[in-house]
């Protein structure tokens, strides 16, 4: 049989809540640091560079130092000097322009691959018929463009540049590059760790024989943006160096740069004294500034003398193409879009200020720890603390990471992310949340369920009590019809338990024709027990009378006896019991530590009845209780009341207590005629009176008992 939805619903909240939804909780933490530590996807990738391109945002770099300046073919020196691509007999004129100006190194971010068409001798070819005799004689002794370009960087220190590409898209007709300057590798090799392409594209011949240095040019973009440069890179099996790291190895005219390699792959590259450390594929992150025009000449301006020597002496030189119709923008963490020669500036510039941004490779269990330990006081915390100060916890937890973040970007140049622990966090806190709000839902539910449970059982107990308190109010006999056309004595009664049902009792009933037995009493204690106890009293005290039909103090004594055999709550009772005959008036009594009755005369004399007879019952094993002997006279009346009237309360706290009930005792014998009714009721209502509707503390009991003679009527007599 298939289980109810109910059901499942049911085991899944119990699984998700068990220890308040900690160890849930704590699982999908150690997952989280565990991804964060060892799992590098490009999902993640691409949040963490969202966050460390934020840092670059928030706190861009201010240039220290200008270690590059960038000669720019822009639009003034495409409009001056004519369309891109500019004779390279031009090209050589700003070289050697550059040279004279004695910088410490000249690069060209630009590849000649192929022959300049306007050179002479080219131009001769594409003649009509080849022209001329003296034209095309006079045109083949002319050097060729190609040959004067490589005349000026055979002057000077520089650097050409080389492209990338994988095997399958190389041109077939190119010729592929085969000489970087050579790489002094200390602690292993550097070829395993980076990344690179198959085989270059090379200049032509007479251009790479001249250059002092090459340069891959060649870099990968990451979203669309140039986040980390390649200081150096791999060329099929040789180790090929950037554009800037190459510059200043030319510039320092050393015969090749060093690499140093670790365990975890490249750990710094640079030349000589210069030390640049590096990610473990050679790379940087470039800490940016914003584009800044004061890197730039004009190559116009340099061609015609405009630009002071001091600009470019002692310099990095750049050269590129800015034009906007063909220079390569790029876009930088800055999201600013900035020409492709200008990265390597801030390379340079990064690296002569000791700026560079590191990412080393315990960063990611240094975040894994940061979202550990944060996670763990999120686990810890949120269970003890009310549901108003989550979003405060969760805030400070979030700053700490964010704020630990910034703090490592700007004072010690690590790129620590914060978002991906952040973001885990948040998850860690929705999985706490919700398994606490599940296990609030549940105990609702259960509180519902005992709530309900709980109004049953009250309605059960209700019911079973209300049918308690009829059965007990059932077997106390009814005045109006105990002693049908009696007329030598009257009874009346009242009783109303404190609980539902009670420990007070009365009793009145024939031992014969002419005696009638009453009794009033009090178990100790209340509710239930009490009432089952008060019950027993009755039942025993009117089957012993039977054996003892003359004698009150021998029920006493034997209700005593048996009483106390079935009595495992211990309690006892108090009792006035009492024979009245109705012929003479003759009054026996028996008190078993009860309140002493009053004796109210029809002559306007009220008086009490002193105690005679002994302790309540089931207190003093076969005491032997004594009874006192009275006579009344007709229309006297005995009251006789339980100690609830004297200790009913009124909302001050304050007792009825015996002096006002003599008082009312004391009124109701100036009454002409002084039925037990109206005893009973008077005395009653001077009660609830006095407690003002308070909660009774005590069952109230009233007793009253007249004789009246000869049954005539008194005020006939």
């Known amino acids: 049989?298939?289980?109810?939805?109910?059901?499942?619903?049911?085991?899944?909240?119990?699984?998700?809540?068990?220890?308040?939804?900690?160890?849930?909780?704590?699982?999908?933490?150690?997952?989280?640091?565990?991804?964060?530590?060892?799992?590098?996807?490009?999902?993640?990738?691409?949040?963490?560079?969202?966050?460390?391109?934020?840092?670059?945002?928030?706190?861009?770099?201010?240039?220290?130092?200008?270690?590059?300046?960038?000669?720019?073919?822009?639009?003034?020196?495409?409009?001056?000097?004519?369309?891109?691509?500019?004779?390279?007999?031009?090209?050589?004129?700003?070289?050697?322009?550059?040279?004279?100006?004695?910088?410490?190194?000249?690069?060209?971010?630009?590849?000649?691959?192929?022959?300049?068409?306007?050179?002479?001798?080219?131009?001769?070819?594409?003649?009509?018929?080849?022209?001329?005799?003296?034209?095309?004689?006079?045109?083949?002794?002319?050097?060729?463009?190609?040959?004067?370009?490589?005349?000026?960087?055979?002057?000077?220190?520089?650097?050409?540049?080389?492209?990338?590409?994988?095997?399958?898209?190389?041109?077939?007709?190119?010729?592929?590059?085969?000489?970087?300057?050579?790489?002094?590798?200390?602690?292993?090799?550097?070829?395993?760790?980076?990344?690179?392409?198959?085989?270059?594209?090379?200049?032509?011949?007479?251009?790479?024989?001249?250059?002092?240095?090459?340069?891959?040019?060649?870099?990968?973009?990451?979203?669309?943006?140039?986040?980390?440069?390649?200081?150096?890179?791999?060329?099929?099996?040789?180790?090929?160096p950037s554009m800037a790291l190459e510059l200043m190895r030319v510039a320092a005219r050393r015969p090749a740069f060093d690499v140093l390699v670790g365990p975890r792959g490249v750990e710094a590259v640079g030349v000589e004294d210069i030390v640049v450390p590096t990610q473990s594929d050679g790379s940087v992150w470039p800490y940016f500034s914003p584009h800044d025009r004061s890197r730039f000449v004009s190559a116009a301006d340099v061609l015609s003398g405009k630009v002071d020597a001091a600009v470019l002496r002692e310099q990095l030189v750049i050269v590129g193409v800015t034009g906007l119709a063909i220079t390569d923008y790029v876009t930088t963490p800055l999201d600013q879009r900035i020409p492709g020669v200008e990265v390597h500036a801030n390379v340079l510039e990064n690296i002569f200020e000791g700026r560079i941004l590191r990412r080393p490779y315990w960063t990611a269990w240094a975040e894994a720890l940061a979202l550990l330990a944060a996670g763990a006081l999120l686990i810890a915390v949120m269970p003890a603390s009310r549901v108003m100060l989550w979003p405060v916890l969760l805030a400070a937890l979030f700053g700490g990471l964010a704020g630990g973040g910034i703090w490592a970007f700007r004072h010690a140049r690590v790129l620590f992310d914060a978002i991906l622990p952040v973001t885990a966090l948040a998850t860690v806190f929705l999985v706490m949340m919700g398994a606490l709000f599940a296990e609030a839902m549940l105990q609702r539910r259960m509180l519902r369920q005992r709530l309900q449970q709980e109004r049953e059982s009250k309605a059960r107990l209700a019911g079973e009590l209300d049918a308690a308190r009829r059965i007990q109010m059932g077997i106390l006999p009814r005045a109006q019809h105990a002693f049908p056309g009696e007329r030598r004595f009257s009874v009346w009664a009242d009783l109303e338990p404190a609980r539902e049902v009670g420990g007070d009792l009365y009793d009145f009933f024939m031992l014969d024709a002419d005696r009638m037995f009453f009794l009033i009493g009090d178990v100790s204690g209340k509710g239930l027990p009490a009432s089952m106890l008060m019950a027993v009293t009755k039942a025993l005290c009117k089957s012993i009378s039977a054996r003892h039909p003359a004698s009150v103090a021998g029920i006493l004594r034997d209700a005593a006896r048996d009483i106390g055999r079935e009595n495992p709550e211990?309690?006892?009772?108090?009792l006035v019991a009492g024979i009245l005959d109705a012929r003479t008036g003759e009054l026996r009594l028996a008190n078993a530590g009860h309140d002493a009755p009053y004796w109210v005369r029809r002559a306007g004399k009220m008086e009490r009845i002193g105690t005679v007879g002994g302790p309540p019952l089931c207190t003093v094993d076969d005491f032997p209780y004594a009874e006192s002997l009275h006579a009344l006279g007709p229309g006297d009346v005995l009251c006789m009341v339980t100690d609830g009237i004297t200790e009913a309360m009124n909302g001050r706290g304050e007792l009825y207590g015996t002096a006002r009930l003599a008082a009312v005792m004391e009124r109701l014998a100036g009454e002409a005629e002084l039925s037990p009714r109206l005893a009973v009721t008077a005395l009653r209502e001077d009660v609830t009176r006095f407690s003002g509707g308070a909660e009774l503390a005590d069952d109230l009991t009233i007793l009253a008992v007249r004789w009246d003679g000869d049954g005539k009527p008194l005020n006939a007599r």
């Not at 211990?570 to 108090?574: H, I, R, S």
């Open 1 to 240: 049989m298939a289980e109810a939805p109910e059901s499942i619903a049911r085991r899944w909240t119990s699984f998700v809540i068990v220890r308040r939804g900690r160890p849930l909780a704590a699982a999908a933490l150690v997952l989280f640091a565990l991804a964060l530590a060892g799992m590098d996807s490009s999902l993640m990738e691409r949040v963490r560079h969202a966050g460390f391109d934020a840092y670059q945002r928030m706190m861009p770099r201010t240039p220290e130092k200008a270690p590059a300046v960038i000669v720019e073919i822009d639009e003034k020196s495409l409009s001056l000097h004519g369309q891109w691509p500019w004779p390279r007999s031009l090209l050589a004129a700003l070289v050697d322009r550059i040279r004279a100006a004695e910088p410490f190194a000249i690069g060209l971010d630009l590849i000649f691959p192929e022959s300049d068409r306007l050179s002479p001798d080219i131009i001769a070819e594409s003649l009509p018929g080849h022209g001329s005799g003296d034209l095309l004689a006079r045109l083949k002794s002319m050097p060729g463009n190609d040959e004067l370009l490589a005349r000026a960087l055979a002057a000077g220190p520089t650097v050409l540049g080389v492209a990338g590409y994988d095997r399958s898209q190389f041109p077939p007709t190119a010729q592929p590059h085969r000489a970087f300057a050579p790489a002094r590798q200390r602690g292993g090799d550097a070829l395993p760790f980076v990344r690179g392409f198959d085989v270059a594209l090379a200049n032509l011949p007479v251009l790479e024989r001249a250059a002092a240095g090459h340069a891959l040019l060649s870099a990968e973009l990451e979203g669309g943006r140039a986040r980390r440069v390649p200081l150096l890179s791999r060329v099929g099996d040789a180790l090929a």
């Open 570 to 574: 211990q309690f006892f009772v108090t």
